[in-house]
């Protein structure tokens, strides 16, 4: 018969000997606190236990796994791989929020991916936002979200959540962020997945803007970029001609991951991402 996860006061006890560096004692805890779920976020404010930094990142590698298993049991892949999203903005935010969840560490406590939006929005209507380019304005030039440039690589630049939370990502993370919010408020509001970079596309008044949400949402004319005189590569003036659909944009959110944590040397997240990316080929 398999034991019962822990309970409140055992998880308590346990964390309670996370300073014990006796092998069996380790063993124990790691074993028992493994049967949690990956997930203690809601469970340590209610502790009363100060974790050292050495104690945190013992517990973290604990609940890592179970996190691992929870996304490769709930990523279903739909029919036709990511072309089978469409225009299904559900369902994509469905693949972020999962990805969110696993990239979260488990202790810190925050808001899921989809609350954390619903919040954003609302603040961004309080706000008086009314169109795509006021969003743009409250979020980059306010200084709302902006680029993480002390570490461009982190892996929790993925993790929207925590991009909210915290008000940095990388240049896909930040033009994601302003897509939904945008999907939520009825505007319109296109991805560019330009060659090494992420862009965003509006409309005023009839005109196409990119917006470059990395460059705290620098605005520029479609028609300057793209004019031959510019000097801007074929390639590059095609892209931003052109605009990505969702399956395009969730695979370059899944190199981008694949990426960090190959330079992380986390080879076994990589391997499971890249496992992800993969059954998601059309």
Wanted: charged letters at 25%.
């Amino acid at each position: 018969m398999n034991a019962l996860p822990p309970d409140t006061n055992e998880i308590s006890a346990l964390l309670r000997l996370l300073d014990d560096d006796t092998p069996e004692v380790r063993s124990i805890v790691a074993g028992r606190l493994a049967e949690v779920g990956g997930d203690l976020s809601e469970i340590l404010p209610g502790m009363a236990l100060e974790l050292s930094e050495r104690e945190k990142e013992f517990l973290a590698s604990i609940l890592l796994p179970a996190r691992r298993k929870t996304l490769r049991e709930e990523w279903i892949t739909p029919g036709f791989g990511t072309a089978g999203l469409g225009d299904d903005w559900e369902l994509f935010e469905s693949y972020l929020r999962l990805m969110s969840d696993f990239l979260h560490d488990g202790l810190s406590l925050r808001q899921p991916l989809s609350d954390a939006l619903d919040l954003l929005a609302e603040e961004a209507q309080e706000d008086g936002v009314a169109g795509a380019n006021d969003l743009r304005v409250f979020l980059f030039e306010r200084k709302r979200l902006g680029p993480n440039d002390s570490d461009y690589y982190d892996p929790r630049n993925s993790d929207l959540a925590w991009s909210v939370a915290e008000g940095v990502s990388n240049p896909i993370g930040l033009g994601v962020i302003y897509m939904l919010l945008g999907q939520r408020l009825g505007f319109e509001i296109e991805g560019i997945c330009f060659p090494s970079h992420f862009l965003c596309r509006i409309c005023e008044e009839g005109y196409p803007l990119i917006i470059d949400c990395y460059d705290r949402g620098c605005i520029h004319s479609q028609a300057v970029l793209t004019d031959p005189t510019n000097d801007l590569g074929r390639e590059q003036r095609r892209a931003l001609e052109g605009s990505a659909d969702l399956g395009t944009i969730l695979m370059r959110v899944l190199n981008n991951l694949i990426d960090a944590f190959v330079r992380m040397g986390r080879a076994e997240d990589a391997a499971l991402i890249t496992e992800l990316r993969d059954s998601m080929a059309p």
